[in-house]
């Protein structure tokens, strides 16, 4: 079974220019995540999305960055413009969103995309 | 607002030796998962505890969840150099809404470089 797919692996831009990432994530996972993270550091979640829903997006910082998950499927994550403290590693997870007994929220990684902003 | 604290941050030792991770925290969890992440890859879930004072092993490593769940530990039996990378604890939280149950808590990760 296929993981977490994401794209780019890598981007290089300069400040003040659009960067986009994009992801797929396991099929029938219906919740979707976008963390950012700093070297050394835990992920900071940005946004959670239930099927086509963004439930959880206080963390996204609404006046650059936008998200969306067309179809309850992909999604992307938009930077416009991007910043010099916007270079991390924007990571996606998937996970299964059944509610009861079981489950525990564990999430599946894709292998992020490391954004550096000169 | 739930913290988790990861101690150590950093951590370098020689292949074959013992080592513990730590993870605290002053509130309650649900259940609470050991991720590791290697350089360039996302997280990888290791193992979820769920109850209070529960062990689970997995080859050389083993987990245990605090009696009052508040918090974690890990230890790595004769550690060796593919056991490097960024070992995360996260929690989930109690009670509340359906969404925040399904809120994962992460740690800073502490950071493990097994030398040969």
């Known amino acids: 079974e296929a993981g977490v797919v994401q794209s780019p692996r890598y981007k290089i831009i300069e400040k003040k220019q659009p960067v986009a990432f994009w992801c797929n994530p396991i099929?029938?996972?219906?919740?979707l995540y976008w963390y950012r993270q700093n070297l050394g550091q835990g992920p900071e979640l940005l946004i959670r999305y239930e099927n086509e829903e963004a439930v959880d997006d206080s963390q996204l910082p609404k006046d650059r960055f936008s998200a969306e998950r067309l179809k309850g499927v992909d999604s992307t994550l938009k930077i416009q413009p991007a910043e010099l403290g916007d270079s991390a590693v924007y990571l996606c997870?998937?996970?299964?969103?059944?509610?009861?007994?079981?489950?525990?929220?564990?999430?599946?990684f894709g292998p992020g995309t490391r954004l550096t902003v000169l | 607002t739930q913290l988790l604290e990861q101690s150590p941050q950093f951590l370098s030792i020689q292949e074959g030796e013992n080592l513990t991770v730590y993870c605290n925290s002053s509130s309650v969890f649900s259940s609470l998962q050991w991720y590791r992440q290697e350089p360039g890859e996302g997280p990888v879930l290791l193992v979820t505890v769920v109850t209070g004072g529960e062990v689970k092993k997995l080859k050389r490593l083993t987990f245990q969840f605090g009696d009052a769940r508040k918090d974690s530990s890990l230890h790595i039996t004769a550690a060796q150099p593919g056991d490097t990378g960024l070992y995360l604890c996260a929690g989930l939280g109690c009670g509340g809404s359906a969404g925040n149950n399904r809120k994962l808590i992460w740690g800073l990760g502490t950071s493990l470089a097994v030398n040969p």
């Open positions: 099929s029938g996972h219906n919740t």
């Open positions: 997870a998937s996970s299964l969103a059944t509610a009861g007994q079981g489950n525990y929220n564990e999430q599946f």
